[in-house]
């Protein structure tokens, strides 16, 4: 035996070094998709006047996110109303 047990260590060493820059090479080389830039179509769309305002231009996804948060305010704020006038006018037993 050596002293320290460092080459028992060693060959593992080199496998570890060895999987690292075969790792590092294969995540560098991958080829990457090109997207296409949709930028410009989206500025005309959201820039044409219409008269459609502006957090209503995505579409339909855009409509039913903002009555869904419509629908959720009123029904929030009611529900507070009602927990003020229960809490204002307590039951008497």
Do not use: I
Not at 11 to 35: D, E, G, I, M, N
Not at 55 to 62: F, I, N, S, V, Y
Not at 81 to 93: C, G, S
């Amino acid at each position: 035996m050596c002293s320290g047990g460092t080459t028992l260590y060693l060959p593992l060493l080199y496998k570890v070094q060895a999987f690292q820059h075969v790792s590092r090479r294969t995540v560098a080389s991958t080829a990457r998709r090109q997207l296409d830039n949709k930028v410009p179509q989206n500025q005309k769309k959201f820039q044409e006047d219409n008269g459609v305002p502006v957090h209503l231009k995505g579409g339909t996804a855009d409509a039913l996110l903002y009555r869904t948060t419509m629908v959720l305010t009123v029904m929030g704020a009611g529900y507070v109303v009602y927990e003020l006038v229960k809490a204002a006018f307590p039951k008497k037993n």
